[in-house]
């Protein structure tokens, strides 16, 4: 079989692109199809670590989990990871390069066209179908002469598209013709129809919505997508889908995280946030810790010295260091564990711009940042149980202090992470590990809670990407879509 592809982009970002990519690469392998994601170029910091090292996109990693594979770095050969308003890092391959002034990229990006096309050409030659997910939006025409995510990868390497719009955010009708007004003629006859995604009611009641878009674009439409709840069992890709406030449960304990700028990994509360036995919430700027909390929980982030300053500006470290003097307990994540500390030095500007500052003081720690960025899968044991544990590692700093002395877990035979001394607090740079059920169960039982009999996180995940699936399927006119795949030609064609 001759492989194909198919780009899905949108009319602007979090329109449901990354959610309807895992969607149809989970549909063409219960077709029994060999198909991968590809996402030229993604800006996040919910990464994760493949095999043999190297990073890419959250989002590509559920796709491959769809689609029946292991993550690799070709599926997102460039990550963005923003670090401040201004600078990004930038991983190509998987590995990360450097931070960069935004400006400075936008004139260089059009460089890493070929960085594209090497990962591209890999997974055509290894697959049926490849279904590639654009960026944001290509009616960002300003960005158009350097462009590696939408048409400039779809024009470069001869990928129909197919344009999604959400018509939860309103003004659904605007978005598809405006695209279709605002694009060039060569670039919008790359698309060849377009989806409704979020449709909340009856779709009948949308269809001379679809005639009119039909009429004035003169592309089908493939289909009306209902407001699907499966997507919110998925990890998410952006913080911005991240909702502070009300829990989506009711249970016994309590567990409270501040949403950090800069949160990086923040799918780590999934296995947390979804459980009924646990009552979950995010806290948004401006908004005090609830002083209820069982357990306050700092995740990951790009840039810890200036999280923790805007820790700081938001008062949460008067409500963290009172919640552990009233004898709660603190766990931090990654960058979390950092801010822990007794003190964080960057004095080379490996995490942002060089600086030294105190942490909260609660672990007997301190962390210097390091040029070398650890990026890998890991297995081991709970230094405290001796049950399996796993998940992965991405960060730089190095962490020592005496309480690294009483670990959070043992990693190659090597102590990982610190304890406070009557255990209250605790730090680890491992992340995924509470999607481990065993190990979960085990570590919530510190609280001397009764969560019941638990649930299976792994189990959820794939239902709800069956889920997702089925509805999908239902909604949309998958053979007409899949129909539009074509064999790519990254050897030719005009950018």
């Known amino acids: 079989m001759t492989s194909k592809a198919l780009m899905l982009q949108g009319t602007g970002s979090d329109v449901g692109k990354s959610v309807l990519t895992a969607a149809l690469c989970r549909i063409a392998k219960q077709k029994g199809l060999r198909v991968a994601p590809f996402k030229p170029q993604n800006m996040s910091n919910n990464a994760m670590a493949c095999a043999g090292g190297g990073e890419i996109g959250r989002a590509q990693a559920l796709q491959a989990r769809a689609a029946g594979l292991a993550p690799h770095v070709d599926m997102n050969p460039v990550l963005l990871k923003p670090q401040t308003d201004r600078t990004a890092q930038v991983v190509v391959h998987g590995k990360a390069l450097s931070a960069m002034e935004a400006a400075e990229y936008m004139r260089s990006r059009d460089q890493l066209m070929s960085a594209v096309l090497e990962s591209f050409e890999r997974l055509v030659a290894a697959n049926d179908l490849v279904i590639v997910e654009g960026a944001g939006s290509p009616a960002e025409i300003n960005l158009r002469a350097r462009d590696i995510a939408n048409m400039g990868f779809a024009r470069r390497a001869n990928v129909p598209v197919c344009l999604i719009g959400d018509i939860d955010k309103g003004g659904v009708i605007a978005s598809l013709v405006g695209t279709q007004a605002v694009l060039a003629p060569d670039d919008a006859d790359m698309i060849k129809g377009f989806l409704i995604n979020k449709f909340r009611g009856d779709p009948a009641l949308f269809e001379d919505g679809v005639q009119a878009i039909e009429k004035a674009t003169d592309w089908p439409c493939f289909g009306v997508i209902p407001w699907l709840k499966a997507p919110s069992t998925l990890p998410a890709e952006d913080a911005v889908s991240v909702s502070g406030g009300a829990s989506e449960t009711s249970g016994e304990l309590k ?178 590990a509470f999607s481990e059920d065993e190990f979960r169960y085990s570590w919530l039982s510190q609280f001397d809670a009764d969560l019941g009999i638990g649930i299976s996180f792994d189990a959820q995940i794939e239902t709800a990407l069956d889920d997702l699936a089925a509805n999908v399927a239902k909604a949309a006119d998958i053979d007409a879509l899949l129909q539009l795949a074509r064999t790519p030609d990254v050897q030719s064609g005009s950018g």
């Open 255 to 432: 567990v409270v995280a501040p949403m950090l700028s800069r949160m990086a990994n923040f799918d780590d509360a999934d296995p947390l946030r979804l459980d009924p036995a646990i009552d979950f919430h995010w806290t948004p700027p401006g908004k005090p810790l609830p002083r209820d909390a069982d357990l306050v929980i700092l995740f990951g982030t790009k840039s810890t010295i200036g999280d923790l300053q805007f820790l700081r500006e938001q008062g949460w470290d008067h409500d963290i260091l009172a919640h552990a003097r009233a004898g709660g307990r603190v766990l931090g994540i990654c960058g979390g564990y950092q801010m822990l500390g007794q003190r964080i030095n960057d004095p080379n500007g490996y995490d942002g711009p060089p600086a030294s500052v105190p942490g909260l003081g609660l672990l007997n720690v301190s962390t210097v940042m390091t040029r070398a960025k650890q990026v890998q899968p890991v297995t081991g044991q709970c230094a405290r149980t001796r049950l399996p544990i796993s998940g992965y590692e991405i960060h730089v700093g190095h962490t020592t202090g005496r309480d690294t002395d009483h670990p959070f877990s043992i990693i190659r035979n090597t102590p990982e992470g610190a304890r406070s001394a009557d255990g209250r607090i605790q730090g680890t740079y491992l992340h995924g």
